[in-house]
């Protein structure tokens, strides 16, 4: 068949998410259900809380999704759904109904991996992305630079030696008292633009260490000290009291210093890249904090900087929804590539 259709599938974390997808690229429905206002009040994802949600939300994220695309089940060509990484419970919701759905209507099925989804969004985005190029993926539960060579073929350049981006962007957020709820990052961008990325002196991770991996525990630790330290000199009890232009200065230099650790292992990888592999001159932005405005102009002068070019989906589609799990399906199903739903596994680590 030359155009074919395939329902995809993600419940790995806290979006509820699906979408009718054509094998072209075109997104011909989705419904995505957010937990925000559920995990608001806990400060964090709660895992039970979210499979629950993910319970009740799944059918009709799906029926919405199919509804849009002008579909039904028995016209799908396929279906995709992330099998892990994520939260076992969570994605075991997506993951069950899915393989029922796909026995019960008797279609291919795929079992994605979310973090090769987050990374295909981009050539979603490119259509004339080919093959090899370097993503720097950055998650709530991930930060790596790999080199990317194909469908399942990738290399990890680097990783984090502790805490992913978004998880430090999410306890930024909590340390001011912003809303967390969905994740920190985009409370945190916003008030960012009102305050001043040099008023905190923080210290550049990792400066010594010349390979490309991360680490950012310690500029969360280093972006709490500062505003517990900041809070002494006001006189006032915590973070939480500081007023709005210093929680906005504290959220500046804490993104300012982020960005500064990514660009500079990034050009790194990138020199490295240059020598080894010549075909490999573009970069492929993706992952949750790719939504970051900042994150991304600041690295698409990088790339311009070395004569590369940046490619970045779209801030909604950078985040959690169903069309990556339909597009991974898709370009896996091009390849010929299925799965068995009656033998699939979900995966809470997926190397
Ligand atoms: O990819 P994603 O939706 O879920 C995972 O696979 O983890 O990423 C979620 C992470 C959260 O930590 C969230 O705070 C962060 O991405 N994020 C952002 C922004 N939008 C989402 N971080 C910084 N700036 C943003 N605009
Ligand atoms: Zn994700």
């Known amino acids: 068949k030359d155009d074919f259709i395939v329902l995809g599938i993600e419940s790995s974390c806290d979006d509820t998410g699906a979408a ?9 429905g989705e419904a995505l259900a957010s937990q925000s206002h559920i995990h608001e009040e806990w400060g964090g994802v709660v895992p039970g809380l979210a499979k629950t949600a993910h319970e009740e939300a799944l059918d009709r994220v799906i029926q919405t999704a199919l509804d849009e695309a002008g579909t039904t089940l028995h016209d799908v060509d396929a279906i995709g759904v992330t099998v892990g990484p994520g939260l076992e419970i969570c994605l075991r919701v997506g993951a069950q109904r899915a393989c029922e759905l796909a026995q019960e209507y008797n279609k291919p099925f795929v079992g994605i991996h979310h973090l090769e989804a987050h990374i295909m969004m981009a050539r979603l985005e490119n259509k004339e992305l080919e093959w090899p190029f370097l993503s720097l993926l950055v998650s709530g539960g991930h930060c790596q630079i790999l080199s990317c060579h194909g469908v399942g073929n990738y290399s990890i350049l680097g990783g984090t030696l502790d805490d992913s981006l978004g998880e430090c962007f999410d306890k930024t957020a909590r340390l001011l008292g912003l809303p967390v709820g969905g994740g920190g990052g985009p409370a945190v961008e916003a008030l960012a633009k009102e305050g001043d990325p040099t008023a905190i002196p923080l210290t550049i991770p990792l400066l010594k260490r010349k390979d490309c991996d991360f680490s950012y525990a310690g500029l969360k630790t280093n972006v709490r000290r500062a505003a517990e330290q900041l809070a002494m000199e006001r006189g006032v009890e915590s973070a939480l009291e500081l007023s709005r232009q210093d929680k906005a200065n504290i959220a500046a230099s804490f993104q300012n210093i982020a960005i500064v650790h990514l ?23 993706v992952g949750g ?61 997926y190397p």
Do not use: F, H
């Not at 009718?20 to 997104?27: A, E, H, L, P």
């Not at 075909?279 to 492929?284: E, M, N, S, V």
């Not at 985040?319 to 091009?334: N, S, Y």
């Not at 390849?335 to 699939?344: A, C, Y």
């Open 263 to 285: 660009e500079q292992r990034l050009d790194r990888a990138m020199t490295l890249v240059e020598k080894q592999d010549k075909a490999i001159r573009t970069l492929a932005l």
């Open 20 to 28: 009718v997808v054509r094998s072209d690229g075109v997104i011909l």
């Open 289 to 349: 904090v790719a939504a970051n405005q900042e994150l991304r102009s600041r690295l698409n002068v990088l790339c311009e900087a070395l004569g590369w070019t940046m490619v970045v989906p779209p801030p909604r589609l950078c985040t959690d929804q169903g069309a990556m799990a339909a597009w991974a399906a898709i370009e896996r199903l091009k390849l010929g590539s299925s799965d068995d739903p009656s033998n699939q596994e979900v995966y809470a680590r």
